[in-house]
């Protein structure tokens, strides 16, 4: 939960949000995109696309390992939609960073050192 109170204008605001754990990891990563963004050095910036796939592959190499559905579900969070969440998930499947294990249910995404 997320308590957020102040004013605007002459007006008093005291607003409750409630999140669950999927809602405060699309908070957090949409956060590390800001984050990536703005500690880029100005060399060569990252466009848009690069900083999410670069904290796509953040997402995974921290958690180790993660389950298709919870990582679509992260990386739509992150992207901001379905579709470029697929794209996503796409891409980390053909990277050669990423080994993807099918077998049960769902396929298990793992970051390789």
Do not use: C, F
């Amino acid at each position: 939960m997320l308590r957020i109170r102040g004013s605007i204008g002459d007006w008093p605001v005291d607003l409750t949000l409630e999140m669950d754990d999927s809602d405060w990891a699309r908070l957090g990563a949409q956060l590390q995109v800001e984050k990536i963004a703005v500690s880029t050095p100005a060399a060569k910036p990252l466009n848009q696309d690069e900083a999410l796939w670069q904290v796509a592959k953040d997402l995974l190499r921290k958690a180790g390992q993660l389950n298709g559905p919870e990582l679509l579900d992260q990386l739509e969070g992150l992207a901001g939609s379905a579709a470029a969440g697929k794209r996503l998930l796409v891409r980390l499947r053909h990277s050669p960073e990423v080994k993807v294990v099918s077998g049960g249910d769902t396929p298990l995404y793992s970051w390789i050192e």
